[in-house]
């Protein structure tokens, strides 16, 4: 079955420190998002990406962050200048043009110290 | 914005009993309604999901209802198992797969052997 790549699992950054947050969506699908979730706490959205560019994006999504498909495989998430806050696991994830419903990656755990 | 809430936060069963859980959506425009289950250190996982042209669905043990005047749907599991054990998520968006997830607060579900 078709899995959407998140790369690395876990990631430990000093604050202030910029990160990049890789993933590989399934091939044939054309909408990528950005997920996080504090421990213990429920998924929020970050951001969705569709025809290079974004199209919808929450509140959380602010000028420290921003999206890229530096190619045809790969979508990723940056993190300019990180702080204690935004430790949490992200989760990339992908659909079809048809409305088949997300696929999720496994995450990339993000700690901030 | 969309807000979901569910409920219970927390669920134990015995192994063969049924499971309900039950989600509220304030945002009438929300015509998806996909239910996820999440593993520990996993990234959430599609389960069952229902548009809200259909008032239920049924995948085996698993079968989703919804209620669109009331705003509110649910997730059955009957016979229970302990692979079952896992959090589950209800979420709701304005469009099938492409428009951005609102997430419950998760249900921990603990199946009994």
């Known amino acids: 079955e078709p899995e959407v790549t998140q790369t690395p699992s876990h990631q430990v950054t000093q604050m202030g420190q910029e990160v990049i947050l890789r993933c590989v969506p399934i091939?044939?699908?054309?909408?990528f998002y950005w997920y996080r979730q504090i421990l213990g706490q429920k998924v929020e959205f970050l951001v969705s990406?569709?025809?290079?560019?974004?199209?919808?994006k929450s509140e959380i999504f602010d000028d420290q962050f921003s999206v890229e498909r530096p190619d045809g495989s790969n979508f990723t998430l940056k993190i300019r200048s990180t702080k204690l806050e935004d430790s949490a696991m992200y989760f990339c994830?992908?659909?079809?043009?048809?409305?088949?419903?997300?696929?999720f990656g496994s995450g990339t755990r993000l700690t901030v110290v | 914005g969309e807000n979901v809430e569910q409920h219970p936060s927390t669920l134990s069963v015995q192994e063969g009993d049924s499971a309900v859980i039950k989600c509220t959506y304030s945002?009438?425009?929300?015509?998806?309604f996909p239910w996820y289950k999440q593993e520990l250190g996993k990234g959430p996982q599609l389960i069952i999901d229902?548009?809200?042209?259909?008032g239920e669905k049924k995948d085996q043990r698993i079968a989703v209802t919804l209620n669109k005047t009331a705003k509110h749907f649910s997730l059955h599991i009957t016979e229970t198992q302990p692979e079952d054990s896992a959090v589950y998520f209800c979420?709701?968006?304005?469009?099938?797969?492409?428009?951005?997830?609102?997430f419950g607060s998760g249900t921990r579900l603990q199946v009994q052997p």
């Open positions: 945002d009438s425009a929300s015509n998806y």
């Open positions: 091939s044939n699908h054309l909408y």
């Open positions: 990406f569709y025809n290079n560019e974004i199209s919808e």
């Open positions: 979420a709701a968006s304005m469009g099938t797969g492409r428009r951005a997830l609102t």
């Open positions: 229902i548009r809200s042209n259909v």
């Open positions: 994830a992908s659909s079809a043009a048809g409305g088949s419903g997300y696929t």
